[in-house]
Structure formats: structure tokens, C-alpha cells
């Protein structure tokens, strides 16, 4: 009795408006944090995947008699002399089991048969053993750099549709900032090396590292040792056989001098370009063991990833057409990908310091967006004898290389010349 009287006395000094109004502003303040909390991830669901349809594609080359005098003289050294460039025209590309077991034996070390998934990753991030350049890639994403993301209905992460593979200093930098821009691409800003790397972590670690999408947009990665990574192809298309992959090729003699002056610049005490480009340079004996070089023979890496996607799923990207007529080469990029043509030369204006082309600062910026002061390097004078030793040592694979991508990248042409500006 005297608990309901002092009930009565509380009600009633309390009027009812007050508590209404007390616990209304309770409600609000905790509707308010809430939504503030999941602000970041409200988003929407993107659409369904592009699906291309295409047969896997294989072509009657002279690969299998380049990769086999390749091999014969990896232990020696390449003799320039020992090199013809006629062709054989009954040679085939063997069966997708003996190809993918010969991948890797040209490389100075031939890996293990069966590797666990650490080893494999650790494997392929290494260099060559007494390369100096060894060394982490200037962009890179480690746990450290997930965030949490609060659960929404209106959106979730995607794997990506789309990956720039390669090639290192080739100018993918370039690329995927300009990219970038469209208003339909979401892309990772730093290399995951999720298929080189990272792929014990599993595939929801990789989609956790992907920005989130609206509807319509094409969620995409750029790491450049993909292409160089044996295990990759069969990796990414046991994610999605769909996908579509953007190389960009460059030069590559251009592209090696290129790599070591990025070297050059961080372990100023390595020895010369010469010096590593050569076994034996009295006798001509280049060391295509040296990751500056066999990053560029872009043949021997393309036909494994001919084992599993079809050409109709690549698109090759022309580094130094990139510098010289970067608005050309983005319609092709854009039309690839099956996007409006958005980014054209309007956004884009020649750096005449850096030696390649900006992009036009955005409306909402006071600075030009323009690649790091870790670009456009000048690079170091090179023995016009050696550029000319290393034009011959890559000119077959590189007549293979056009004959595999249909493309003319017109490399010969360019002769002794190497050029100064270094886009990625």
C-alpha cells in the first residue's frame, strides 16, 4: 500500500509531457549515434559481373624453341650470338599440364614440384638471389590496413571484375589513377598482392580489402607481379574465370633500365646496370636470370595465362602510347571494360618537368593530380653497346609477343633509343 502511494506521489509531481519528452530525446540521441556509426558503408549492391564467352586460346608458335634455347643457356648465361630468329613453323604450345611445369625452370633456381600455399607466396616474392633491387613494392597493404566495416542492407564489398597484372614499371600507376576518375570505377588505392603474396588469407581478407560499389560500378586491383607470378592465373580464374585483366607492356630494355633506377635511387651503392645485365660481357653472356630482364620477356609469362583466359579477356595497354596520347589509349581501356567514355583528353595536360602527361585537378582541389616524386626518374646513362646487345637479346620474344596479342608495339623502332621518363 504505501509503495503504490508513493508511486501515485512521483506521478503526479512529474507531469506526463515531461517524461514523453525525456525519453523521445533519448531515442533520438541513440537513433543519431547509430546512424552515424554506419554512415561510411551505406551504399548499393553492384551489379551482376560481366560474363564473356570465349573458348581457351591456343596458337601454333615458335615458344616452345625459344623457351628451350632460353633454358639450355640460363645456367651459362644468354649468348647473343646463339640466338635465331627464324621460326618453326610446326612447333605447337604443348598441353596445359607440361607448360605450367616448365614455367618456372628458366628461372635461375627452379622451385620445388609441390610447395605449401607460405612457401609458394614466399617464393614468389622473392628476387633474384644476388639481384640488389630486392626489395618491397612501394605500394602495399598489410592487416593493418583493413578497417572495420559496419554491416549495412543497402550495399557489400565485391570481389573485383577487373585487375591490371602488369607489367611493373610499365606505367600501371598511371593507369589505374586515371581510371580512377571515371565515376563507375572503385579501385584499391595500394597493391594487395592477394594471388602472389597474401592468398593464404583467403578470399573474404582480399573482398575486405575492396571499396564498396553502387550499382553499376566495376570494382578493380592493380598489382604488377601478377603477370610474373606463376600461380596466378590459375588462382584468379579460380575466382572468377570472367574476369577481365589489363596489361600494360612497355619497351623492354626501356622498362629494365627503368627498374633499376628505381633501385638505384634507394641502394645507391649496387653495382652498375652493366654490370648486372651481363654474366659475361666479353663473351656476350646476358644473365636473363636478373628480374630486370626476365620481367620483360613478356611471351614466356603471357603464355601461361593463355592456359586459362582467352584473348577476348585481356586488353594490352602500350606504355609509351600512354605518355604520348594518354586520352587514345583510356577509350580503348574504357571501351574494354564496357564503360562510357568519360575520361578523355580533358582531363589530362603534359608535364613537362616529370616528362609525361597529369591529370587536371579536380573541381574540388586546389593542386594538379599528378603521379609522386617517385616518378619520371631520369635515368642513368647506359652503354649505347649493351642497350643495343639487350634490343637483339629480346627481339624474337618480342616478334612472338605480337604474333600471341595480334599488336605491333613497334619496339624495334625505337632502336638505341631509350627514353628518360619512368611512369611507374
Not at 125 to 132: F, R, V, W
Not at 316 to 333: C, H, N, T
Request: a positive charge; hydrophobic letters at 35%.
Amino acid at each position: 500500500m504505501a509503495f503504490w502511494s508513493s508511486t501515485s506521489v512521483f506521478t503526479s509531481k512529474v507531469p506526463r509531457k515531461i517524461l514523453f519528452m525525456f525519453t523521445l530525446s533519448l531515442s533520438v540521441t541513440y537513433l543519431f549515434y547509430s546512424l552515424m556509426s554506419c554512415y561510411n558503408s551505406l551504399q548499393f549492391p553492384l551489379q551482376e559481373n560481366y560474363v564473356y564467352q570465349g573458348r581457351l586460346v591456343t596458337e601454333e608458335t615458335t615458344l616452345v624453341t625459344l623457351r628451350e634455347q632460353l633454358y639450355s643457356t640460363s645456367s651459362r648465361g644468354f649468348a647473343e650470338s646463339g640466338f635465331t630468329e627464324k621460326t618453326t613453323a610446326g612447333s605447337a604450345v604443348s598441353e596445359h599440364a607440361s607448360s605450367e611445369r616448365r614455367s618456372g625452370e628458366w628461372v635461375r633456381t627452379p622451385p620445388a614440384p609441390t610447395r605449401p600455399a607460405a612457401a609458394e607466396a614466399a617464393a614468389a616474392a622473392a628476387d633474384h638471389s644476388t639481384a640488389p633491387e630486392k626489395e618491397q613494392h612501394e605500394f602495399s597493404t598489410t592487416d593493418s590496413e583493413l578497417r572495420a566495416n559496419c554491416t549495412s542492407d543497402y550495399g557489400e564489398k565485391k570481389l573485383p571484375q577487373a585487375i591490371i597484372i602488369g607489367v611493373k614499371k610499365g606505367g600501371t600507376r598511371a593507369l589505374l589513377e586515371a581510371l580512377r576518375v571515371h565515376p563507375d570505377v572503385r579501385a584499391v588505392g595500394n597493391e594487395p598482392h592477394f594471388f602472389d603474396r597474401n592468398y593464404e588469407k583467403g578470399l573474404d581478407w582480399y573482398r575486405d580489402l575492396m571499396p564498396s560499389t553502387l550499382e553499376g560500378q566495376i570494382t578493380m586491383e592493380k598489382t604488377p607481379s601478377y603477370f610474373v607470378t606463376n600461380h596466378a592465373p590459375k588462382r584468379i580464374h579460380s575466382m572468377a574465370r570472367d574476369i577481365k585483366l589489363i596489361i600494360v607492356v612497355r619497351n623492354p630494355v626501356t622498362r629494365a633500365i627503368s627498374d633499376y633506377t628505381q633501385t638505384l635511387s634507394k641502394k645507391p651503392e649496387i653495382p652498375t646496370f652493366e654490370v648486372l645485365a651481363f654474366k659475361n660481357r666479353t663473351l656476350g653472356l646476358i644473365d636473363a636470370s636478373w628480374s630486370a630482364l626476365r620481367i620483360g620477356i613478356y611471351a614466356l609469362h603471357l603464355e601461361s595465362w593463355m592456359q586459362y583466359f582467352p584473348l577476348s579477356q585481356m586488353h594490352f595497354v602500350s606504355g609509351e602510347r600512354l605518355i604520348v596520347d594518354p586520352a587514345g589509349e583510356m577509350a580503348k581501356v574504357q571501351d574494354f571494360l564496357g564503360l562510357k567514355r568519360i575520361v578523355t583528353d580533358k582531363h589530362f595536360y603534359f608535364n613537362k618537368t616529370k616528362g609525361f602527361p597529369c591529370l587536371k585537378k579536380p573541381e574540388d582541389s586546389s593542386t594538379p593530380r599528378c603521379l609522386g616524386k617517385s616518378k619520371g626518374r631520369t635515368h642513368p646513362r647506359i652503354d649505347p653497346d649493351v642497350i643495343r646487345r639487350l634490343h637483339k637479346f629480346y627481339k624474337p620474344f618480342n616478334m612472338m609477343f605480337y604474333q600471341m596479342t595480334g599488336q605491333n608495339f613497334e619496339w624495334e623502332l625505337e632502336g638505341g633509343k631509350e627514353s628518360r621518363s619512368s611512369q611507374d
